[in-house]
């Protein structure tokens, strides 16, 4: 009983231990729509379908961005971002799940938050460009 005992209490203690010292993630994390505001612009996310997030810098943390374009902007003064293990995502417009903003196509003329017009896909459709144009179509716009 004693060693049950002990070896449940050390299983307890390393369950803890494991527990504070989390590897960062990889992928999006749960937005708080409405409630969770644009690191960038400080407005809250709330149109679900031109959310984006970025999770990199030394701690690989998740960032969250209203527009794809206040994404663009914020990460041009990052040295880290263009590391192969930044990772950007982009909600798809059509079906409102996430997708890796490097592979997404991206539609113009459209509503967004903060006006870059750019809404993500993730397969191409007549008038889309991928992520690479979409980055120089935003940057060249500027704000």
Request: positive net charge; proline residues 6%.
């Amino acid at each position: 009983m004693k060693n049950l005992f002990r070896l449940a209490a050390i299983a307890l203690f390393l369950s803890l231990v494991a527990a504070c010292h989390k590897e960062p993630g990889t992928g999006p994390v749960e937005v708080k729509w409405d409630r969770d505001t644009c690191v960038r612009c400080s407005m809250a996310l709330s149109d679900k379908r031109y959310a984006a997030q970025v999770r990199g810098g030394p701690k690989h943390q998740a960032y969250k961005f209203d527009d794809f374009g206040c994404v663009m902007f914020w990460l041009k003064d990052k040295s880290w971002a263009n590391d192969p293990a930044t990772e950007i995502w982009v909600m798809d417009m059509r079906s409102n799940k996430w997708i890796e903003a490097r592979k997404a196509f991206y539609l113009p003329n459209k509503m967004t938050p903060m006006a870059y017009g750019l809404g993500a896909v993730a397969l191409p459709e007549p008038g889309s460009m991928n992520y690479e144009d979409a980055r120089k179509q935003v940057l060249a716009k500027g704000k």
